[in-house]
Every structure is written in C-alpha cells, then in structure tokens.
C-alpha cells in the first residue's frame, strides 16, 4: 500500500514539472537565455589580455592571472600573441608593429571577461547591446559596427566565439576578416 502511495505521488510530483516547464512562453525563455548570456559576458571572473587600443606591456601579467600558456607568433603587419586558459578558452591579442592592440579575439568553452577585453570600449560594447536587443528581440548574437569599433560574437553554450577590432588602428594590409 506504501510503495502504490508512493508511486502515485512520484507520478502527479512529475506532471506537475512536465507541465510547468512546458507552459513557459519561447520568447520568455529566449530572453533568459539572452540575459543570462549577456550577465556570463560581463561577469565570468575569466581575466583577459590587454584591453583594446591599450599596448602590450600587460601581456605576461594577463598569462599569469590566466594561468594559461602563451604563444607568441610574429607575421609582417601584427604580433599576435595567444593566451589558452586550463578551461580551454583561447583568447588572441594582436599587436601592432607600435605596440598597440588593434585586435581581440576568443573561442572556447568560456566566454571570457568582455569588460577587461574592451577595455575602455567596453561602456560602448554595453549601451550598443542594449540598443540591439531592444530592436531584435530573442537571442542573436551581439553585431555592433561602428566608424571607430566593431564587435562580432556567437556560440552556444559551451562554444563561443567573437572577435573586436579598431578599424583605425588596424595596420596596413591586415585583413581583419583574417582573425580569428
């Protein structure tokens, strides 16, 4: 008599779930998803490299609040240098011939922290989101394009992607759609 008792209630315990989860509007749930990535975007306590248009010289100490490895690999126009946390996410700066961090880009299974990145951009990054999310509601992926700062991003849970570039600043030759 217990285990029919039981089993009643493990059964009604679960409709009620099924049909709770399932009464839940698509678009209330795209906008928690969106927010929740957005929240992620600026809060993971993942540090990152230089801040954009900031120089060079911080490289070594971002390697080691990552506690990733470095790799360094010099073309003609740009240095880039490639930072792999221990969570696998790979975050590249690259560099101009002046020093200067023209380019960021990341991918992994962590999106990093969007407000060290941008640096001084980042306010930018922010009120710009803000805007396209208030025209296209859902979930999309952040595209900003500006005369002075461009910013791409995308990915799933678990797999994202994005790159910022300053398009002043980019040094003669470099095709940005190059770097990734």
């Excluded at 999106?111 to 805007?131: C, E, H, W």
């Excluded at 600043?169 to 095709?175: E, F, L, W």
């Amino acid at each position: 008599m217990k285990s029919n008792s039981g089993i009643s209630n493990s059964g009604a315990s679960n409709s009620r779930m099924s049909e709770s989860q399932t009464s839940l509007p698509s678009t209330l749930f795209l906008k928690t998803v969106w927010m929740g990535v957005a929240l992620l975007m600026l809060a993971l306590p993942i540090p990152a490299l230089a801040a954009l248009g900031g120089d060079v010289t911080s490289v070594q100490g971002d390697q080691a609040q990552m506690k990733g490895s470095l790799k360094t690999t010099e073309a003609e126009a740009y240095t880039t240098h490639e930072i792999t946390a221990p969570g696998k996410t790979v975050v590249k700066e690259y560099v101009s011939p002046e020093g200067k961090v023209f380019a960021i880009s990341w991918n992994g299974p962590f999106i990093p922290n969007m407000q060290q990145l941008l640096g001084t951009y980042s306010d930018r990054f922010v009120q710009a989101a803000k805007v396209q999310r208030e025209s296209q509601p859902g979930h999309r992926p952040v595209n900003i394009h500006q005369p002075d700062f461009v910013f791409q991003n995308g990915g799933h849970m678990r797999s994202y992607f994005g790159r910022a570039y300053l398009p002043a600043m980019v040094p003669q030759g470099v095709n940005v759609d190059a770097l990734q």
